[in-house]
């Protein structure tokens, strides 16, 4: 799914604006090409990282061409034409979901040569030896895969449910914990410039 990229009005100050003039059609008219054009790839059981990620997506929108996609969707990475790739799962049972294991073990190694990549993941709010991190595991495959992974992987955080006296503990009740959707995105609008610095 394409998320909605509204041309940049160059004249506000605030913003980071990547798009450039990079070359001439036939009648010798400037082309607008993007700097960088984005995919942001993730897995989600609960909704959690889904709303991460359309965070992330929304963020990076105003300034360059972001792609959103869930794995299981979507079995195979398409990455013509793409050069940053935000790739985001649930951490379960310490490792990435197997949906998104699937996606990223598929592609050959070196496929994602000359991509810059970034990884982040959903658990608790704990050492990352103990809750395990699915982030660590993508940042793995990614790099397998030739991308240049060009900032640490990065954890958001679910608050664990606290079951009534006697019953279970229940994942779908998990939900981020306040404050992580905002810190997303302003981690995800740093990443644009970021990638092209590095
Ligand atoms: C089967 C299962 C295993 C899980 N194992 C872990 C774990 O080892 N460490 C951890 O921090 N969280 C674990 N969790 C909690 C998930 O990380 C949390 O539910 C998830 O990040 C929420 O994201 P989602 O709503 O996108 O699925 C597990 C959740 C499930 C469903």
Redesign the pocket.
């Known amino acids: 799914m394409e998320v909605a990229f509204n041309e940049p009005d160059f004249l506000h100050p605030t913003a980071i604006y990547l798009p450039i003039w990079k070359s001439w059609d036939d009648a010798g008219r400037p082309c607008k090409e993007y700097l960088m054009n984005a995919l942001v790839l993730?897995?989600?059981?609960?909704?959690?990282?889904?709303?991460?990620a359309r965070t992330m997506a929304e963020a990076l929108s105003p300034t360059i061409p972001v792609r959103l996609e869930r794995a299981g969707e979507v079995n195979k990475l398409e990455t013509q034409g793409v050069n940053l790739i935000i790739v985001g799962?649930?951490?379960?049972?310490?490792?990435l979901?197997a949906r998104l294991k699937s996606v990223l073990e598929a592609p050959p190694r070196g496929s994602l040569k000359g991509v810059k990549a970034v990884a982040f993941?959903?658990?608790?709010r704990?050492a990352a030896w103990?809750?395990?991190?699915?982030a660590k595991r993508i940042a793995r495959h990614l790099r397998k895969l030739g991308a240049k992974l060009i900032v640490p992987a990065e954890s958001?955080f679910?608050q664990?449910d606290l079951p009534p006296e006697g019953q279970k503990r229940r994942?779908?009740l998990?939900?981020?914990e306040p404050g992580e959707l905002e810190r997303a995105a302003r981690w995800a609008f740093g990443l644009a410039s970021v990638a092209v610095e590095n």
């Not at 993730?42 to 991460?52: K, P």
């Open positions: 993730f897995d989600s059981e609960y909704g959690n990282t889904e709303q991460l799962g649930p951490t379960q049972r310490h490792k979901s993941d959903t658990r608790y704990m103990l809750s395990g991190s699915a958001f679910v664990r994942h779908e998990e939900r981020l």
